[in-house]
């Protein structure tokens, strides 16, 4: 064999070799760009199913919730005022007032927006309720039975200077829920 012939076959056969390595190299390139691409479509798949998921979750839970809570609100809505219902509760505390045998009458209405709850309003009444002890004590226990949820902020009793002996007042500060 001639050296000549044997350095050319040689030399083809590097060609080829590199040839075959640059295809390989570029082959393997071509595979990595396409799981590179296959990858990251995955991790967005992934991503889109886990905030799907974590949206389903959490409307679930709110069903849940407005299901449990059901009977409490509308409890609360028993309790609260309705919307046009202000006139009426204050002439039921006028007319208790007059069942008992006290003078009750109102001194000031206002309303105040409940920080919780953005359909429900706060109603703030002052009233002042005159008449003999037992009456008075009488007025303040019905209160605390009324179809309404109500708090008292507070209570001032008095002994009044008057001619008519045992006559007393009660001032009061009367918080209900009403609906706006």
Not at 24 to 32: E, K, V
Not at 41 to 54: D, F
């Amino acid at each position: 064999m001639n050296t000549q012939s044997i350095g050319r076959k040689s030399k083809e056969l590097l060609a080829i070799t590199l040839l075959l390595n640059v295809a390989a190299i570029g082959w393997c390139y071509f595979l990595f760009m396409e799981i590179k691409e296959k990858n990251e479509h995955l991790s967005e798949l992934a991503n889109r199913i886990e905030a799907e998921t974590a949206e389903e979750s959490d409307i679930h839970y709110k069903k849940n919730l407005a299901v449990e809570t059901a009977t409490l609100r509308e409890k609360l809505l028993s309790s609260t005022l309705a919307k046009g219902g202000a006139i009426s509760f204050i002439e039921l505390l006028e007319a208790t007032g007059r069942d008992v045998g006290a003078r009750t009458s109102i001194e000031s209405v206002s309303t105040k927006d409940n920080a919780k709850l953005s359909n429900i309003e706060e109603l703030r009444l002052a009233l002042k309720v005159t008449g003999p002890w037992p009456a008075v004590v009488r007025l303040l226990g019905l209160l605390e039975l009324l179809p309404y949820e109500t708090e008292l902020d507070q209570v001032v009793v008095s002994k009044v200077e008057s001619p008519e002996e045992g006559s007393w007042r009660a001032d009061l500060l009367l918080t209900t829920l009403k609906e706006k």
